[in-house]
Protein backbone atom coordinates (compact mmCIF):
# COMPACT_ATOMS: atom_id res chain seq x y z
CA UNK A 1 0.00 0.00 0.00
CA UNK A 2 1.10 3.58 -0.55
CA UNK A 3 0.06 6.49 1.71
CA UNK A 4 0.63 10.19 0.21
CA UNK A 5 0.16 12.84 2.37
CA UNK A 6 -1.87 15.73 1.19
CA UNK A 7 -2.37 17.66 4.36
CA UNK A 8 -0.98 17.38 7.99
CA UNK A 9 -1.31 20.22 9.38
CA UNK A 10 -3.46 20.89 12.52
CA UNK A 11 -4.46 24.13 10.75
CA UNK A 12 -4.45 26.32 7.65
CA UNK A 13 -2.12 28.70 5.85
CA UNK A 14 0.26 29.74 3.02
CA UNK A 15 0.72 26.03 1.92
CA UNK A 16 -0.21 24.01 5.21
CA UNK A 17 -3.62 21.95 4.72
CA UNK A 18 -5.62 20.17 7.21
CA UNK A 19 -6.03 16.34 7.47
CA UNK A 20 -6.24 14.42 3.97
CA UNK A 21 -3.81 11.31 3.74
CA UNK A 22 -4.48 9.25 0.20
CA UNK A 23 -4.17 5.27 -0.01
CA UNK A 24 -3.12 4.03 -3.12
CA UNK A 25 -5.59 5.98 -5.79
CA UNK A 26 -9.26 5.25 -4.49
CA UNK A 27 -8.91 6.01 -0.98
CA UNK A 28 -8.94 8.57 1.43
CA UNK A 29 -8.01 8.65 5.32
CA UNK A 30 -9.76 12.14 6.35
CA UNK A 31 -10.84 14.56 4.20
CA UNK A 32 -9.88 18.31 5.63
CA UNK A 33 -8.35 20.94 3.00
CA UNK A 34 -6.24 18.42 1.72
CA UNK A 35 -8.06 17.65 -0.87
CA UNK A 36 -7.06 20.21 -3.00
CA UNK A 37 -3.76 18.39 -4.04
CA UNK A 38 -5.52 16.09 -6.04
CA UNK A 39 -6.73 17.10 -9.94
CA UNK A 40 -9.88 16.51 -11.07
CA UNK A 41 -9.52 13.14 -12.26
CA UNK A 42 -7.82 12.09 -9.50
CA UNK A 43 -10.54 13.13 -7.21
CA UNK A 44 -13.12 11.24 -8.98
CA UNK A 45 -11.13 8.23 -8.53
CA UNK A 46 -11.95 7.95 -4.73
CA UNK A 47 -14.06 5.88 -3.71
CA UNK A 48 -13.84 5.02 0.02
CA UNK A 49 -13.00 7.64 2.71
CA UNK A 50 -12.25 6.84 6.35
CA UNK A 51 -12.95 9.77 9.20
CA UNK A 52 -11.66 9.37 11.90
CA UNK A 53 -13.99 11.88 13.86
CA UNK A 54 -16.79 14.80 12.92
CA UNK A 55 -14.27 17.70 13.37
CA UNK A 56 -14.07 19.95 10.44
CA UNK A 57 -10.11 20.15 9.68
CA UNK A 58 -11.07 16.16 9.08
CA UNK A 59 -14.10 16.34 7.21
CA UNK A 60 -14.86 19.76 5.18
CA UNK A 61 -13.43 17.80 1.79
CA UNK A 62 -16.15 15.45 1.17
CA UNK A 63 -18.86 17.83 0.78
CA UNK A 64 -16.95 19.68 -1.60
CA UNK A 65 -15.59 16.12 -3.15
CA UNK A 66 -19.55 14.90 -3.44
CA UNK A 67 -20.47 18.07 -4.68
CA UNK A 68 -18.08 18.40 -7.67
CA UNK A 69 -17.20 14.47 -8.68
CA UNK A 70 -20.71 13.21 -7.82
CA UNK A 71 -21.70 13.08 -12.08
CA UNK A 72 -18.49 11.90 -12.84
CA UNK A 73 -19.14 8.83 -10.82
CA UNK A 74 -20.65 5.39 -11.48
CA UNK A 75 -21.63 4.67 -7.79
CA UNK A 76 -21.65 6.97 -4.48
CA UNK A 77 -18.65 7.22 -2.52
CA UNK A 78 -18.20 5.33 0.86
CA UNK A 79 -18.49 7.12 3.76
CA UNK A 80 -16.65 5.18 7.13
CA UNK A 81 -17.09 6.25 10.17
CA UNK A 82 -18.66 5.78 13.97
CA UNK A 83 -22.01 5.96 13.98
CA UNK A 84 -21.63 9.32 16.55
CA UNK A 85 -19.54 11.04 13.56
CA UNK A 86 -22.42 9.83 10.52
CA UNK A 87 -24.84 11.06 12.62
CA UNK A 88 -22.80 14.86 13.24
CA UNK A 89 -22.04 14.51 9.71
CA UNK A 90 -25.60 14.45 8.55
CA UNK A 91 -27.40 16.40 10.73
CA UNK A 92 -24.33 19.17 10.47
CA UNK A 93 -23.12 19.38 7.31
CA UNK A 94 -25.10 17.59 4.94
CA UNK A 95 -28.41 18.82 6.08
CA UNK A 96 -29.67 20.93 2.99
CA UNK A 97 -28.60 23.52 5.04
CA UNK A 98 -25.50 23.92 5.64
CA UNK A 99 -24.67 21.73 2.36
CA UNK A 100 -27.33 19.62 0.14
CA UNK A 101 -27.88 15.68 1.63
CA UNK A 102 -25.85 14.36 -1.40
CA UNK A 103 -26.91 10.61 0.47
CA UNK A 104 -30.18 11.45 -0.80
CA UNK A 105 -29.08 13.80 -3.96
CA UNK A 106 -29.86 13.16 -6.38
CA UNK A 107 -32.68 10.71 -5.88
CA UNK A 108 -32.67 7.46 -6.62
CA UNK A 109 -28.48 7.57 -7.01
CA UNK A 110 -26.54 9.34 -4.25
CA UNK A 111 -23.63 10.75 -4.37
CA UNK A 112 -22.65 9.74 -1.18
CA UNK A 113 -23.38 6.35 1.18
CA UNK A 114 -22.90 6.71 4.59
CA UNK A 115 -20.97 2.97 6.15
CA UNK A 116 -20.90 2.71 9.91
CA UNK A 117 -17.57 1.07 11.07
CA UNK A 118 -16.93 0.14 14.85
CA UNK A 119 -13.68 0.03 17.08
CA UNK A 120 -12.37 -3.77 16.20
CA UNK A 121 -14.15 -4.31 12.70
CA UNK A 122 -11.70 -4.67 9.36
CA UNK A 123 -12.84 -3.46 5.80
CA UNK A 124 -11.35 -5.75 3.37
CA UNK A 125 -11.19 -3.58 0.10
CA UNK A 126 -9.36 -5.67 -1.74
CA UNK A 127 -6.53 -8.39 -1.47
CA UNK A 128 -3.98 -7.25 1.01
CA UNK A 129 -5.89 -4.36 1.75
CA UNK A 130 -7.44 -3.94 5.00
CA UNK A 131 -8.37 -0.99 7.12
CA UNK A 132 -9.31 -1.37 10.79
CA UNK A 133 -11.01 0.93 13.06
CA UNK A 134 -8.46 1.46 16.34
CA UNK A 135 -9.21 3.54 19.34
CA UNK A 136 -8.72 6.57 20.31
CA UNK A 137 -9.49 9.40 23.08
CA UNK A 138 -11.19 13.01 21.95
CA UNK A 139 -13.43 15.06 22.85
CA UNK A 140 -15.71 14.03 20.48
CA UNK A 141 -16.22 9.67 18.99
CA UNK A 142 -12.86 9.06 17.47
CA UNK A 143 -11.25 5.88 16.07
CA UNK A 144 -8.15 5.73 14.50
CA UNK A 145 -7.09 3.22 11.86
CA UNK A 146 -5.08 0.09 11.12
CA UNK A 147 -3.76 0.28 7.69
CA UNK A 148 -2.32 -3.50 6.98
CA UNK A 149 -0.97 -4.59 3.15
CA UNK A 150 -0.09 -8.05 4.28
CA UNK A 151 3.68 -6.94 3.83
CA UNK A 152 3.67 -4.41 6.36
CA UNK A 153 1.02 -2.12 8.57
CA UNK A 154 1.14 1.45 9.21
CA UNK A 155 -1.44 2.85 12.24
CA UNK A 156 -2.39 6.27 11.97
CA UNK A 157 -4.10 7.69 15.65
CA UNK A 158 -6.50 10.52 14.66
CA UNK A 159 -6.68 13.05 17.04
CA UNK A 160 -6.21 11.77 20.57
CA UNK A 161 -5.06 12.02 23.87
CA UNK A 162 -3.63 9.43 26.29
CA UNK A 163 -4.93 6.19 25.39
CA UNK A 164 -4.33 2.63 26.59
CA UNK A 165 -6.27 0.75 24.64
CA UNK A 166 -4.99 2.41 21.30
CA UNK A 167 -1.38 0.95 22.10
CA UNK A 168 -2.83 -2.50 23.27
CA UNK A 169 -3.83 -3.10 19.59
CA UNK A 170 -0.54 -1.80 17.79
CA UNK A 171 1.40 -3.71 20.15
CA UNK A 172 -0.38 -7.20 18.70
CA UNK A 173 0.61 -5.77 15.39
CA UNK A 174 3.49 -8.03 13.99
CA UNK A 175 4.41 -6.18 10.88
CA UNK A 176 3.79 -2.90 11.96
CA UNK A 177 6.38 -0.89 10.41
CA UNK A 178 5.14 2.87 10.69
CA UNK A 179 3.01 5.03 13.33
CA UNK A 180 1.04 8.31 12.58
CA UNK A 181 0.17 10.38 15.46
CA UNK A 182 -0.55 13.56 16.63
CA UNK A 183 1.66 15.93 18.75
CA UNK A 184 -0.62 19.36 18.57
CA UNK A 185 0.80 21.29 21.02
CA UNK A 186 4.26 22.36 22.57
CA UNK A 187 4.60 21.99 26.37
CA UNK A 188 4.06 24.93 27.71
CA UNK A 189 0.33 24.29 26.44
CA UNK A 190 0.13 21.00 28.51
CA UNK A 191 -3.13 22.17 30.06
CA UNK A 192 -4.93 23.08 26.92
CA UNK A 193 -3.36 19.56 25.35
CA UNK A 194 -5.03 17.44 28.44
CA UNK A 195 -8.75 19.74 28.20
CA UNK A 196 -8.80 19.74 24.55
CA UNK A 197 -7.57 15.71 23.93
CA UNK A 198 -4.59 15.79 22.16
CA UNK A 199 -0.79 15.68 22.63
CA UNK A 200 1.96 17.30 23.45
CA UNK A 201 5.63 16.04 23.40
CA UNK A 202 5.42 16.25 26.93
CA UNK A 203 2.32 13.66 26.80
CA UNK A 204 3.50 11.62 23.85
CA UNK A 205 6.52 10.46 25.81
CA UNK A 206 4.42 9.03 28.16
CA UNK A 207 2.50 7.29 25.77
CA UNK A 208 5.40 5.56 23.46
CA UNK A 209 6.20 4.05 27.06
CA UNK A 210 3.63 1.52 25.92
CA UNK A 211 5.30 1.08 22.28
CA UNK A 212 6.76 -2.74 22.23
CA UNK A 213 7.75 -2.87 18.61
CA UNK A 214 10.09 -1.11 16.52
CA UNK A 215 8.62 1.52 14.40
CA UNK A 216 9.10 4.80 12.63
CA UNK A 217 7.11 7.38 14.48
CA UNK A 218 5.59 10.30 12.44
CA UNK A 219 4.18 13.46 14.03
CA UNK A 220 1.29 15.37 12.45
CA UNK A 221 -1.83 17.84 13.21
CA UNK A 222 1.05 20.59 14.80
CA UNK A 223 -0.45 24.18 15.09
CA UNK A 224 1.29 26.38 12.60
CA UNK A 225 3.80 28.68 13.74
CA UNK A 226 5.17 25.95 16.39
CA UNK A 227 6.61 23.28 14.65
CA UNK A 228 9.54 23.92 15.18
CA UNK A 229 9.23 23.97 19.19
CA UNK A 230 6.98 20.93 19.20
CA UNK A 231 10.06 19.07 17.00
CA UNK A 232 12.71 20.82 19.08
CA UNK A 233 10.73 19.12 22.24
CA UNK A 234 10.78 16.22 21.01
CA UNK A 235 13.93 15.57 20.28
CA UNK A 236 14.71 15.66 24.19
CA UNK A 237 12.69 12.74 25.06
CA UNK A 238 15.51 10.26 24.04
CA UNK A 239 12.90 7.86 22.19
CA UNK A 240 14.52 4.25 20.90
CA UNK A 241 12.22 4.50 18.11
CA UNK A 242 12.91 7.58 15.18
CA UNK A 243 10.75 10.28 15.67
CA UNK A 244 10.15 12.09 12.28
CA UNK A 245 7.95 15.17 11.23
CA UNK A 246 5.25 13.92 8.62
CA UNK A 247 5.37 16.46 5.81
CA UNK A 248 2.83 17.04 3.06
CA UNK A 249 3.72 15.68 -0.05
CA UNK A 250 5.30 12.58 1.73
CA UNK A 251 4.96 8.93 0.11
CA UNK A 252 5.11 5.94 2.88
CA UNK A 253 5.04 2.64 1.40
CA UNK A 254 4.49 -0.28 3.29
Not at 27 to 46: H, K, P, Q, V, Y
Not at 54 to 66: F, M
Not at 93 to 106: A, E, R, V
Request: aromatic share 6%; proline share 5%.
Amino acid sequence: MKLNILGCSGGIGNGMHTTTFAVDEDILIDAGTGIINLDFESLARIDHIFVTHSHLDHVAGIALLADMTGNARQQPITVYGTPATLQALHQHLFNNLIWPDFTQIPEGQPFVKFQPIVVGETKELSINRRVTAIPANHTVPAVGYWLDSGKGSLVYSGDTGGCREFWNIVNGIDNLRHIIIETSFRNRELELAIISMHLCPQLLEAEIRNLKHPAEIHITHMKPGEIDVIMHELEQIGSPNPINLLQQGQTICF
